[in-house]
């Protein structure tokens, strides 16, 4: 148990950094945490509620599992864990699978149109099961996966918040893995042998651009070890003056002042 102890405080030190920074809970919040059967999600509602028995704001946890009805969904299995392990939680079921098949053709990536077909009814679930905060378990690769892709391939300058308030306001989403490192979940989820549930609907899709992604991060980090924690960093310290963003700054000015940009060298 050495290892899963090491691991559990590693990744709490992550979680409560997280949310100390970015105000992510509050005294009494009703948090619903949607459990996809992944490594992550499981990841994050043990650390919840680990956090939960020792952290001095009280609050309350919903797991939350939605079967999206692919063919041999094996949800009995994640709903036994949860019930066995003494979790509150709501199983739901909703065919978006067919959406997306009759959507997208053959070939299509088929995650975005998923994703947001799952987030539309965790949002509508959070309010009728009378939760505040909805925790998704996107974790500290995930947003410099996100960061990169848009960098690369939507000419975007974003990636996942920590705290986002929805569109039409019901729903705050918090993403308190936001520091954890991806390896250190694997880590947990291996020696705490959580019953995992594989994607079979975008998981059998090769060459996403994602997967790409995700490659030349780990091919860069054998030649910078820092270079997530670099990435990451560097997403709180934006230097906006020195960007092209028009929208942000008045370049017709004659003279603009800002911090200075430090020189980068080979």
Same mark, same amino acid.
């Given at each position: 148990m050495g290892d899963v102890h090491r691991l559990e405080k590693s990744l709490l030190g992550h979680v409560g950094r997280a949310i100390a920074d970015f105000g992510l809970i509050s005294p009494g919040d009703r948090v619903m945490v949607a459990v996809s059967g992944g490594k992550d999600s499981y990841g994050l509602l043990h650390l919840l509620r680990l956090l939960q028995k020792k952290a001095p704001v009280p609050f309350t946890l919903l797991a939350v599992n939605l079967d999206q009805g692919q063919p041999g969904y094996p949800g009995h299995r994640l709903e036994g864990w949860l019930r066995d392990n003494g979790y509150e939680y709501r199983m739901l079921k909703e065919d978006t699978y067919?959406?997306?098949?009759?959507?997208?053709?053959?070939?299509?990536?088929?995650?975005?149109?998923?994703?947001?077909?799952?987030?539309?009814?965790?949002?509508? #679930? $959070?309010? %009728?099961?009378?939760?505040?905060?909805?925790? /998704?378990?996107?974790?500290? !690769?995930? @947003?410099?996966?996100?960061?990169?892709?848009?960098?690369?391939?939507?000419?975007?300058?974003?990636?996942?918040?920590?705290?986002?308030?929805?569109?039409?306001?019901?729903?705050?989403?918090?993403?308190?893995?936001?520091?954890?490192?991806?390896?250190?979940?694997?880590?947990?989820? #291996? $020696?705490? %042998?959580?019953?995992?549930?594989?994607?079979? /609907?975008?998981?059998?899709? !090769?060459? @996403?651009?994602?997967?790409?992604?995700?490659?030349?991060?780990?091919?860069?980090?054998?030649?910078?070890?820092?270079?997530?924690?670099?990435?990451?960093?560097?997403?709180?310290?934006?230097?906006?003056?020195?960007?092209?963003?028009?929208?942000?700054?008045?370049?017709?000015?004659?003279?603009r002042s800002g911090p200075p940009c430090p020189e980068t060298r080979p």
């Open positions: 067919r959406i997306v098949k009759e959507k997208l053709e053959p070939g299509q990536t088929q995650c975005s149109l998923c994703s947001r077909l799952r987030r539309g009814v965790l949002y509508n #679930a $959070a309010v %009728e099961l009378g939760c505040n905060k909805l925790a /998704l378990g996107h974790h500290r !690769d995930d @947003l410099i996966h996100t960061l990169l892709l848009n960098l690369f391939f939507a000419g975007s300058m974003g990636s996942m918040p920590p705290k986002l308030k929805s569109d039409d306001g019901r729903n705050t989403v918090i993403r308190p893995l936001a520091y954890a490192p991806e390896s250190e979940l694997a880590e947990l989820a #291996a $020696a705490l %042998e959580f019953p995992i549930i594989p994607c079979e /609907l975008c998981g059998s899709q !090769d060459n @996403l651009q994602r997967k790409r992604v995700k490659r030349l991060v780990d091919d860069l980090a054998h030649e910078i070890p820092n270079v997530r924690s670099s990435i990451l960093g560097a997403m709180s310290n934006l230097r906006t003056s020195h960007l092209l963003d028009k929208g942000l700054w008045s370049f017709q000015e004659e003279e």
